[in-house]
């Protein structure tokens, strides 16, 4: 039976993420480390190729791929952009510490809607309505592989939503430049509407993979890109 993958890579490393700050619908651009490690990582080799290429609206998105796939231009779509953290855009932990409806918001898990902003649940609702609205395009017209780069909010809410194996959102946090890529079999899509998370990207070092599946990788990585970027979830 045809499969279909889809290759989700979160983008490089922003101004943003070097000042802790949560930014979300704001245009943080690439900074020039990120710049500068994505080159790094493509030299290294390991981006996979695919039939379509999709892109979150910011241009840290944008960046990411005409960095990785400089012949492509490709589609945009407008619901993968990140999270809106309205009034706290911009602004770090720290800076928000005193503030009653951001401990909240920390304690209730992003449930609650920031100032000005959207909830995790309309984030979720949005994002995901538009990768199923991408992969229900894939299946009808035979597409067999794609590219998504996004941000780390969009990737993590894909996963956790249509991820096997299950794991919860923070689970599936990655780092910048890196991302995982999901098989989809239309009869199980259909019926459940989950999809095999099945390699890393770049993809998983041969030596000792019997000895970690998917999920411990996703977790091992969770935990490393949580040290550098606790407060920024872009």
């Known amino acids: 039976m045809k499969s279909y993958t889809i290759h989700l890579i979160r983008h490089g ?62 589609t945009v779509v407008e619901d993968f952009r990140e999270c809106n953290f309205g009034d706290w855009e911009g602004k770090s932990a720290k800076d928000l510490e005193k503030e009653p409806a951001f401990a909240k918001w920390v304690e209730q898990g992003g449930d609650m809607i920031p100032p000005g902003g959207e909830s995790g649940g309309q984030f979720m609702h949005r994002t995901c309505l538009a990768f199923e609205k991408l992969v229900e395009g894939m299946l009808r017209s035979g597409t067999t592989s794609a590219v998504i780069v996004a941000h780390g909010g969009t990737l993590m809410s894909i996963l956790s939503a249509y991820g096997v194996p299950r794991a919860q959102f923070y689970d599936w946090m990655t780092e910048p430049g890196t991302g995982y890529s999901l098989r989809i079999t239309p009869g199980l899509w259909m019926r459940s509407m989950v999809a095999e998370v099945y390699e890393t990207i770049p993809p998983r070092p041969q030596q000792g993979q019997r000895e970690h599946n998917i999920l411990d990788l996703a977790r091992e990585a969770a935990n490393r890109a949580f040290r550098p970027y606790e407060s920024d979830s872009e």
Not at 23 to 48: F, M, N, W
Request: aromatic letters at 8%.
């Open 13 to 74: 490393i922003t101004e943003g993420n070097l000042l802790g700050q949560y930014i979300g619908v704001t245009d943080s651009p690439l900074s020039q480390q990120g710049i500068e490690q994505l080159l790094q990582k493509k030299e290294a080799g390991g981006y996979p190729q695919a039939q379509a290429y999709y892109t979150s609206p910011l241009s840290r998105c944008v960046d990411t791929l005409k960095l990785l796939y400089p012949d492509i231009q490709p």
